[in-house]
C-alpha cells in the first residue's frame, strides 16, 4: 500500500457511522502503591493503598475506542447494569464522544466489568495481580432481547458498518444471544452493502453472510470444539478456508505475530504483521485490528488494504503499556512510513 493509497482511505474515516452491538464491559484499573501498605487489625494481612483509580470501556468498548480515536462515529448498543459501574462505563463512552442511545440500563443485572489490580512496588516496577471479573450469570431476559431486536432494526439502515462484539462465553448470558446472533445474520443478508464484521470467543462458527474475525484457536475449536495446542499456518489456511465457505463471506484470521490471513473461499493472502519494536502489550490489540480494518471497508479498501490498516492500527496500540491504547489516523500515516523503510510490504 502507498501512502497515498492511505491518506485517500483514513480521509474517509470521519464519514463513517460504525454501530458496535454486543458486550461492553468496563475496565476498573486500581493503581496500588506498596510502600504506603497496611496491616489490617482485624485480619493481619497486608492491606493493599489504592493512589490512582482509571477506567476505560472494555470488550466491545475496547473497540469504540479505537474507532472514535480514528475519528470514525460510532454507536453503542449494548445492555448494562443500573449501577454505579454503570454510570462509570456511561460516563466513560460520552467522554470519548459515542452515542449512547442504544445503551439500555437493566435495574438488576450487573455492568460486566474487569477489575485490574496494578501493584507498584517500592523499587517502581509495576504488575497486574489477580483480575476480579463481574458478570452476568442469567439469561437475557426476552423482553429486553427484544427491546434490543427493535433497536438494532432501526439503527442498521442509518449505518455503513456494524461491528458484533461477542464477549461472553456463557449462552444466552450476554448481549448476542442466539436471537439477536440471528438477526445481526439476517440483516447481514439484507443489508449486502453495508459491512457487517463479528468477533466472537466461543461462537464464531454460528455466523454466517458476514465477515468474522477468529484467532487460531476459535477457528480451529469450530470444528474441534476440544482443540488445544499450536495451529501451523498451512493448518490455519485450511480451517480459514473451510470457515469462509462455511459463512459465504471472507474471513480475517488473525494469527499472532504472523500478522493475519485474508480469505475468500479458496483464495488466501498472508498479510504479514507490522514489525514492532521495543516492549509491548497485547491485550486490546484483536480490538484495534477490527477497528481498523472495518473502517476502511467502510471507506472502499478492499480486503487486503482493509487488513493492512488493521495491522497498521495494531502495531501502534501495542506500544501502549498498561492499558488499552488506540491509533490517530495521523499515527496510522507514519507507521506506514516507519514500516515501508523496515520492509513491510
Not at 480521509?11 to 457511522?17: A, G, S, V
Not at 464464531?204 to 465477515?211: D, I, K, R
Request: aromatic share 6%.
Amino acid at each position: 500500500m502507498t501512502e497515498g493509497r492511505l491518506q485517500q482511505i483514513l480521509t474517509r474515516f470521519p464519514e463513517q457511522k460504525v454501530l458496535i452491538v454486543g458486550d461492553f464491559f468496563l475496565d476498573h484499573y486500581l493503581i496500588i502503591d506498596r510502600a504506603l501498605s497496611e496491616t489490617s487489625l482485624e485480619t493481619g494481612l497486608e492491606a493493599y493503598q489504592v493512589v490512582e483509580i482509571r477506567n476505560s470501556p472494555g470488550a466491545g468498548g475496547t473497540v469504540a475506542n479505537n474507532l472514535r480515536a480514528l475519528e470514525v462515529q460510532t454507536y453503542a448498543l449494548t445492555v448494562i447494569g443500573q449501577d454505579g459501574l454503570g454510570h462509570d462505563l456511561l460516563h466513560e463512552l460520552r467522554v470519548r464522544g459515542v452515542n449512547v442511545d442504544g445503551v439500555l440500563q437493566h435495574p438488576t443485572r450487573f455492568t460486566p466489568t474487569y477489575t485490574k489490580p496494578m501493584v507498584r512496588e517500592r523499587d517502581g516496577t509495576v504488575h497486574e495481580i489477580n483480575r476480579l471479573d463481574i458478570k452476568n450469570r442469567t439469561l437475557l431476559e426476552r423482553e429486553w432481547e427484544e427491546h434490543l431486536l427493535s433497536l438494532l432494526r432501526d439503527m442498521v439502515p442509518e449505518m455503513d458498518g456494524v461491528i458484533v462484539a461477542d464477549q461472553v462465553e456463557e449462552r444466552n448470558c450476554g448481549v448476542v444471544t442466539d436471537r439477536v446472533r440471528e438477526e445481526v445474520c439476517r440483516l447481514a443478508r439484507q443489508y449486502p452493502q453495508k459491512v457487517f464484521f463479528a468477533d466472537s470467543r466461543a461462537r464464531v462458527g454460528e455466523y454466517h453472510s458476514l465477515f468474522i474475525k477468529p484467532n487460531q484457536r476459535e477457528a480451529m475449536r469450530v470444528f474441534q470444539p476440544d482443540w488445544e495446542g499450536t495451529c501451523t499456518i498451512e493448518q490455519a489456511r485450511e480451517v480459514g478456508v473451510k470457515l469462509s465457505k462455511r459463512t459465504g463471506k471472507p474471513v480475517f484470521l488473525t494469527v499472532g505475530e504472523q500478522g493475519l490471513l485474508v480469505i475468500d473461499g479458496e483464495n488466501v493472502t498472508h498479510v504479514p504483521a507490522v514489525p514492532v519494536k521495543g516492549e509491548i502489550d497485547i491485550v486490546g490489540a484483536g480490538d484495534s485490528t477490527s477497528a481498523g480494518t472495518v473502517s476502511a471497508l467502510c471507506s472502499g479498501a478492499n480486503l487486503v488494504e482493509a487488513a493492512q490498516v488493521g495491522q497498521l492500527v495494531a502495531s501502534i496500540t501495542v506500544h501502549q503499556i498498561g492499558t488499552t491504547g488506540v491509533a490517530t489516523r495521523e499515527q496510522v500515516l507514519r507507521r506506514l512510513h516507519e514500516a515501508t523503510q523496515w520492509g513491510w510490504a
